[in-house]
């Protein structure tokens, strides 16, 4: 090293006494010295990469196994709106009573919002109809300064709204030979910001600046009703040069689900169930599909192979109100088969999932486990099997199948189209079908979102298929970023990116990616306490000697049978488990971190974690019954829909223990449970984690400032 | 003296412990470990879902698999492995190449103190920090030159928000690489 010897330093910014003179180390040891430290600082960028891309794979996991459990809670509702009559003696139709309301005739006139008086003390936007842009500024500075526009303006733009798309087709003709060059943009998900951004970057909307949203303005994010009223808004303002899709998340049942209803009811207490409804006639009434100079295809979802653009815009779209409503079945149709376990969606994409080769194997495993006679589908609800004949389905179900086709499919790699007969609805579409769909209408792109890209865009099928996504920071702060598309005469795509960010100052690529990671393992964690028993089954049937150990691969093995998520496990694992000193898994150690909200003692461990497992879906049934959204519902109407439930879970609880539990949640006595807080008792609370769940918010934010 | 050869009781110990799901085990058995570990790596960045990936995220696997090779050392294993210049690379070949590498422990980890050495050098003044100008120059003109990305990323990522310098000995314990497979 030179003459002079250096002294490691014990504390910074202290100089080191020397007796020798400092002397300027040679040009070897110097260039020596550079590339250990480029090797070292390379090397953890790379498992930062690794660590990036395995969080992404947990979200998307996550999210679509969800979405899956939505429908196959939906499946259920239908089956018993079509079928039972009378439950347990109290009446018919306890559940089309709810999912099926009568229409308010009185919505669909002009009054229903113009008697509503609004205050002098309102200091927010107070529209005029016809819209101009004055009153499209006042939106946008109101919700920039977080104000809620009044209940009988929403009413009103609403209104509008259905009028003006009442008179639109299923399919948007657009040309650009009139205008500049036209953006699409893709999911917002309730993401003003992001929207915001868009509009900063690339323009209002306007004659000079035609836009098409592809789908999926609301839910999850939480300004969606500031979204949703801006795109109408805008929609009203310029009905030539402002163009929505509608998503599969326009839809009722999603928005009970995924936030758009509660959104709707925390800032409407008093008129929020009839704006509701008002949405819920919009949204199906948005158009399906918007073609540009009869050559690019937007969608929000997809294609099947049994797409057919013709029929597509024949149909009377308004009449699928809900995706997850399955069309009449009658009763001899349908036949319970034995109970099997919930077999999740396969995804099978390019890009950012591992392993696609694997799935696809499993794919075909699994079809054979389900088999039950040749004139027979299978369709589960929740955990058993709905057996129904094949033969032309009626002409309503058609169409049903013709939209829920265009907003759920996804894109994959492999030849073919599967449809996915768990959902009743969707298919993944391969190349092949791309292709054929595009020869058939003379078409050369088709642009689609639905499914969040790290990049906000993506391209497949060779270039064929665009996946477009708006929404930046979808899972978690800088997990992806947003991105639109500009096309002009020549009909070549460009694209856009973005991605708004929290604070002022920049992140690291560390920081984001520990937070993305810290999120998705925390989501990760609670997947697998949801399934603790049957894991622990697993993990036993390797381990006959009770030594609580087993290797890393049955481990593996285990966890991918019982979750079925297809993520990489072993590089997982020094997150999930414990290794013991001999290398093997000490699979317990899975669930320490893990407990429950608030300890109910009638609660046994077997009944919590099914609780746990199905609380959303829980949650939603109670969301229904509970109509005018008020947190509250009867200890009978508990008992009922919990019968039902279990019924159909092939979980054996019995009615005692119900009763007990209802009993002791309706803290005062008065015949009325609080949903939310016996929701509370099943949500999980990761004991090594931040103590209380709503600081955790507060942490995360303070954590970047 | 420095030299990176040198294996110190740290860095025995993080190999004896990356050993140890292997130590009771068969050589089978062992091997059969590292061809999974090898595969799973390989799976997370194999797109087309064809055993192939691109050679430009051959580096990333070999870090990801707990080796510390240099640019040079790069590019000699691609060399070996790569098809004929396609940009692709197979699993075929990049398993056995690879569990070589693995068992014979080619591209050991970077003992701390060596690492400290190393800033040492660069730190002529001996002023127990970094100031980003200096760093940038050594990064981007010595050794296996950084990208502007890089160095970008390397400047937020590592510099006092204060003081806008690099307290070296404060980073290298940062920068802890989290859990080893």
Known sequence: ?705 | MMSQTDETPAVAKRRDNNMAESNNQSAETKLSDVHKRIKAAFETFDNAANNTVDVREIGTIIYSLGCFPSQADLHDFIAEVEEDHSGYIHLDRFLPAMTKVLLEHKFPPIPKDLLLQAFEVLDKDNKGYLEPEELTKYMTQEGEPFTQEEMEEMLTGLADHERNVIYYKDVINQLAIDPDM
């Open chain 1, 1 to 705: 090293m030179g003459c002079g010897t250096s002294v490691a330093t014990e504390t910074q910014g202290k100089r080191v006494e020397r007796d020798e003179a400092v002397q300027t180390p040679g040009p070897a040891l110097t260039m020596k010295a550079a590339v250990l430290i480029q090797r070292w600082y390379r090397r953890y960028m790379a498992r930062l990469e690794m660590r990036r891309r395995y969080t992404w794979n947990i979200f998307q996991s996550i999210e679509y196994a969800g979405e899956q459990d939505q429908l196959q809670l939906s499946s259920f509702f239908s089956f018993m709106l079509d079928n039972f009559t009378q439950l347990n003696g109290n009446g018919p139709d306890l559940i089309s009573q709810l999912l099926d309301p009568v229409v308010d005739p009185w919505l669909d006139r002009e009054i229903c919002y113009s008697l509503i008086l609004v205050p002098e003390s309102y200091s927010g936007p107070r529209l005029s109809f016809p819209l101009s842009v004055s009153d499209t500024n006042a939106l946008l500075a109101a919700f920039k300064e977080q104000q809620t526009l009044h209940a009988r303006y929403v009413l009103q733009l609403l209104y509008e709204t259905k009028k003006l798309l009442k008179q639109m087709p299923n399919i948007i003709h657009l040309s650009t030979s009139y205008t500049k060059e036209i953006t699409i943009c893709g999911d917002l998900h309730g993401r003003l910001d992001d929207l915001l951004l868009i509009f900063y970057k690339n323009g209002l909307p306007s004659a000079e600046t035609p836009y098409v949203f592809n789908g999926d303005f609301v839910d999850r994010g939480k300004k969606s009703v500031e979204v949703v009223i801006l795109l109408f808004a805008y929609l009203l303002l310029y009905p030539d040069n402002m163009h929505l899709n509608r998503g599969n998340h326009e839809d009722y049942i999603m928005n009970l689900r995924y936030g758009f209803t509660k959104e709707v009811m925390q800032k409407y207490k008093t008129h929020g169930q009839e704006i509701l409804q008002l949405f819920q006639d919009v949204f199906s009434l948005l158009p399906v599909a918007t073609v540009i100079d009869g050559k690019i295809l937007i969608v929000h979802g997809g294609i099947s192979d049994q797409t057919n653009l013709d029929f597509l815009s024949s149909i009377e779209r308004h009449k699928v109100k809900s995706a997850l409503r399955f069309p009449k079945r009658s009763l001899e149709q349908l036949d319970i088969g034995q109970s099997c376990r919930l077999t999740k969606r396969l995804r099978l994409t390019d890009g950012s999932r591992p392993s696609s080769s694997r799935s696809h194997s499993k794919n075909q495993r699994t079809q054979n486990q389900r088999r039950c006679g040749l004139s027979r589908q299978d369709m589960p609800f929740l955990d058993s099997l709905t057996s129904v004949p094949l033969p032309s389905p009626p002409q309503n179900e058609q169409e049903w199948k013709q939209i829920v086709d265009v907003l759920w499919s996804d894109p994959k790699i492999q030849e073919g189209c599967s449809p996915n007969t768990f959902r009743g609805g969707g298919c993944y579409f391969g190349p092949d079908v791309t292709q054929r769909l595009l020869l058939q209408h003379g078409l050369q792109l088709l642009i689609r979102s639905h499914e969040c890209k790290q990049e906000g865009y993506e391209l497949c099928h060779g270039g064929q298929v665009i996946t477009i996504f708006s929404a930046s920071n979808y899972y978690e702060e800088g997990s992806n970023r947003g991105a639109y598309i500009k096309v002009g005469r020549e009909l070549v795509p460009r694209f856009y990116q973005y991605q708004v960010s929290r604070t002022t100052r920049k992140l690291t690529l560390t920081q984001r990616v520990r937070a993305a990671e810290g999120s998705a393992l925390r989501a990760l964690k609670e997947k697998l306490f949801a399934h603790r028993s049957e894991l622990m089954c697993g993990f036993q049937e390797y381990d006959q000697n009770y030594t609580g150990r087993v290797s890393v691969s049955e481990w593996a093995l285990v966890l991918e049978a019982v979750l079925r998520l297809d993520l990489p496990w072993r590089t997982l694992r020094p997150h999930l488990a414990r290794l013991a000193p001999d290398g093997s898994v000490e699979y317990q150690s899975c669930f320490e971190d893990m407990g429950p909200g608030i300890p109910l003692p009638q609660v046994t461990s077997n009944l919590a974690e099914t609780l746990f497992r199905y609380r959303t879906d829980i949650e939603i049934i109670f969301n229904i019954i509970d109509k005018d959204h008020s947190g509250l519902i009867s200890i009978e109407e508990f008992r009922h829909t919990w019968r039902l439930f279990s019924a159909h879970l092939g979980v054996a609880i019995d009615d005692s223990a119900i009763d007990d539990l209802a009993r002791s949640i309706d803290f005062n006595k008065d015949g009325s449970i609080d949903f939310t807080e016996f929701l509370e008792a099943f949500r999980v609370v990761h004991k090594l984690d931040s103590k209380d769940p709503h600081l955790s918010e507060k942490m995360s934010r303070k954590k970047y400032s």
